[in-house]
């Protein structure tokens, strides 16, 4: 974990809204965001102990925070949370869409359900709550927004086309909303994370998950705190230029 300056808080009096935050590489931005003195709003799908204990930890750090239980997938509901986020915090200065799932096989066997449940739940979800914050980033002039894609979304990866694709989309959903959005003052980016140890990565069969760690040049998985500090720059004023862009957090790999 980078050493944090008790001086310097970098996002001091904002507000971030996260969807998918209850663990993994979520919590980690929510607690690094928390850390820089940033209030946090954030979504996961259920109210569970897992939530109220990420909850707990955010406001221990002496921040603004609040759980919602949401599924990322569904348009109506991204509205009314923004709108509930809205009236508890004030506004929202940042936006990240990380909430994401995995139904992996070999495109000849992928049925329906399995493309469907990953669109909507890693591509729509960023278009349902970026579609939902523009009008308060637009109005207050200012906003960012971060997109978690991933290096398949940039590479490809056999028996992960529906996910691949998901990922590409929201990296060309960014890239269109910094061009249409940047005379506003909003900027749009996203971070490719490679191999990152996380619940989702657990999941791999043990042979999948070492092949992986052999193509990282680095040799070894990144962390949920290496994805949240390349998330925390574009985050920040210290991205005040950069809109459009592709962060890529994989220890060499792509
Ligand atoms: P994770 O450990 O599986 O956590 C995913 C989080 O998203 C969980 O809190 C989960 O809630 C929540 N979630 C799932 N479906 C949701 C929905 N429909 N609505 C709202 N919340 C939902 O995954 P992770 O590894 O932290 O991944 C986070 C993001 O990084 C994803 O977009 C993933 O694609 C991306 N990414 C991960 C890696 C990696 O190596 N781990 C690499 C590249 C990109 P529950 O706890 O209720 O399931």
């Given at each position: 974990m980078y050493a944090h300056s008790n001086t310097i808080m970098i996002l001091q009096g904002k507000t971030a809204l996260i969807t998918g935050?209850?663990?993994?590489i979520g919590r980690a931005i929510a607690l690094c965001f928390a850390r820089e003195g940033c209030n946090v709003a954030f979504t996961d799908l259920e109210l569970s102990d897992q939530v109220r204990a990420t909850e707990s930890e955010l406001l221990a750090l002496g921040i603004q925070a609040k759980a919602y239980a949401a599924d990322a997938a569904h348009f109506n509901a991204a509205q009314t949370i923004v709108e509930q986020v809205q009236a508890d915090f004030g506004t929202i200065d940042i936006l990240v869409n990380n909430a994401g799932i995995t139904r992996d096989g070999l495109l000849l066997r992928m049925n329906e359900q399995q493309w469907d449940d990953v669109i909507s739940v890693n591509l729509k979800s960023a278009f349902n709550y970026t579609h939902a914050v523009i009008p308060i980033m637009m109005r207050a002039r200012r906003g960012s927004i971060i997109s978690i894609a991933s290096v398949v979304g940039l590479a490809g990866n056999p028996g992960q086309a529906n996910y691949a694709a998901s990922k590409a989309g929201i990296i060309a959903l960014m890239k269109s909303i910094a061009k249409e959005l940047g005379p506003r003052g909003l900027r749009a980016n996203a971070v490719a994370p490679g191999y990152i140890d996380t619940d989702m990565t657990q999941a791999l069969p043990q042979q999948v998950r070492d092949s992986f760690i052999e193509r990282i040049p680095m040799h070894r998985a990144g962390t949920t705190d290496e994805v949240a500090q390349a998330v925390l720059f574009l985050a920040s004023d210290m991205s005040s230029y950069i809109s459009g862009q592709v962060l890529a957090i994989d220890g060499a790999m792509n």
């Open positions: 935050a209850g663990r993994g």
